[in-house]
């Protein structure tokens, strides 16, 4: 990897942020993308579960963090990873009334900045799950009463013990750009939520969603979608890859579709991960893995590829250009793609066997940017000043 600085004067450069299970690096981009410079780890021995730019100043990173012994914590750094502080309040859950069963948090998995009007606001959620936020740059949070003390989202979140293997989890939280106060969630397991008074109120968001064979669908709390994802131009448009297929939501109709019937069957459309065109909202990726009965979590067949529809769900083309053609048994975590906002859009992510990819062409062809790093937990492609 050679080196890329911005000089004084240039345009914002690329940078992708990398959450491991044994640290965080952040890999600076030329202006073509084609010269990568590692930079790290930090947080040597954390988990990190979440590395993120705050879009709003270009400077600010937040890391979601765990040690063994010394439990979740938040970092934050004002100058792009130089120096690094730790939050004085991390996420935590209220204490319990006595005689009632209380819950701690055992990491903090998403980190979301809050509106463009609303500078150092972010949103968290934890596992088990939990949403809170922070009104002041990431350093001390609250819980939102509304969903973690709720007895009804409560019974949606079930036991510790349910669902997701590392622990049930508050994922992709996404704000729309229009109103501070319009927001979704979702919790594996639990459901999709959305609330349109600044989290006070909730309603969930399930209708069109299938579940495992055997199980009620009316019941939210069997209900596990992976990841949501916001159309940057059409807000009112929603991609969710979920553990029972990919769908599409167009607000304010409520019911969710499943497009992911037109992937190919011998590959089939369950995954992690998703990531949407920043300029096009017809235009998605997907990273599927291999769904059998066991679970086994590997790409289909030891042959990864990402997929792309460009017509909102209604067909599906194969991106494996570089990619290896067998014995690659990786997959990709629900954080770990990521696209940038160049034109042509620039893919990124990062697998569980430690490897970094990119395609600077919009998936047509990919090359690895990064080997041998830890298991890779979450991956973001940023604009760093």
Sequence with gaps: MGKSRKKPGERPYVGVLVATRK???IVHGDAKRKRWQLDGPHFLGHIIHHLVLDPR???TLLAAAKTGHLGPTVFRSTN???TWTEAKK??????AKKGEPGRSVDHTFWLTPCHASEPGAWYAGTSPQGLFRSDDCGDTWRPLPSVNDDAQFRQWMGS?????PDGPKLHSILVDPRDPKHLYFGMSGGGVHESTDGGKHWRPLIAGMEVVGGFDPANIAFHDPHCLRMCATNPDRLYQQNHCGIY??????GTWHRIGKRMPKAVGDVGFTMVVHPRDADTAWVLPMDGQTVWPRTSPGGRPAVFVTKNAGKSWQRLDAGMPRSQAWWTVKRQAMSADRHDPVGLYFGTTSGELWMSRDEGQGWECIARHLPEIYAVEAAELR
């Design 160 to 164: 510790v013990q349910d669902g997701t």
């Design 57 to 59: 100043d270009g400077r």
């Design 23 to 25: 640290g965080a690096f």
């Design 248 to 253: 599409r939501i167009d607000r304010p109709e």
């Design 90 to 95: 991390p996420p935590a859950f209220t204490k």
């Design 80 to 82: 792009l990873g130089r």
